[in-house]
């Protein structure tokens, strides 16, 4: 294999690439609640279907980066993790491309699922009770 080499620890790839995609579609669609009343939450544009298709892509992609040698240890257990949030973003890609609000926010749920198991498994400090 070619000679990988991580530039950021586990840490800086999650705060600062892997959050901030997975906040980008979490936070896309949904009912918001405020002091004028509830309204949903969507993109509305193209430029803000594309806008999250963006964070989709970030998020797909650092599936790959999870992957890594330096990353994975060669856990089966971690890698599966990681290629469930690949499979998961994969589908939010596709309901991005259909503009398809709904099945976008039932996705980010089964995101939320992926992401949450694996911190169970290997950061249960990160998991809220």
Not at 54 to 69: D, F, H, K, V, W
Not at 105 to 112: E, L, N, P, V, W
Request: net charge negative; with cysteine.
């Amino acid at each position: 294999p070619p000679p990988f080499q991580s530039t950021v620890n586990m840490q800086d790839l999650m705060l600062n690439v892997i959050d901030p995609a997975a906040d980008g579609v979490w936070e896309a669609v949904g009912t918001v609640s405020t002091i004028e009343g509830v309204f949903e939450k969507f993109p509305a544009t193209d430029d803000e279907w594309a806008g999250v298709r963006s964070y989709a892509i970030q998020l797909a992609e650092s599936g790959n980066l999870l992957m890594l040698p330096a990353r994975s240890n060669g856990s089966p257990e971690w890698v599966t993790d990681a290629q469930a949030m690949i499979v998961q973003s994969q589908r939010a890609l596709k309901a991005i491309e259909a503009k398809d609000k709904d099945a976008l926010f039932t996705i980010g749920g089964d995101i939320y699922d992926v992401c949450t198991s694996c911190h169970q498994k290997f950061s249960p400090e990160l998991v809220r009770p």
